[in-house]
């Protein structure tokens, strides 16, 4: 089963600062709008997302459909295959994404020790 691409989402509490400090770690800006309080940035493989008031935990995030540099890949595995997969292994999920639809959707689940995880196709 290929998740996707896998970064970490973290909720911060100071976009610019947060954003400064990563960058003092070698990341580079890979994506976002701070102006709109979240980005995306990347040191070799690792990539983290940084969220200003958009939700209050840290969550794993996987996207179907993207390499680590997010450029598509084909072919990948849809987002409603694998949730189907999660739910045929008795993973129970707090959001579905509609099964009988193509293209963007998500699901979420939460792990055994209280860890959020997105599965966020967006094509």
Known sequence: MNCGAFSISLAVKDILVSKSFYEALGFESLGGDVSEKWCILKNGDAVSGLFEGMFEKNILTFNPGWN??????????????LQAHLISKGIPLTSKVEENTSGPGYFTLTDPDGNDILFDQHR
């Not at 680590?68 to 295959?81: G, K, L, Y």
């Open 68 to 81: 680590q540099s997010a450029q598509e890949v084909n072919p990948f595995t849809d987002v409603r295959t």
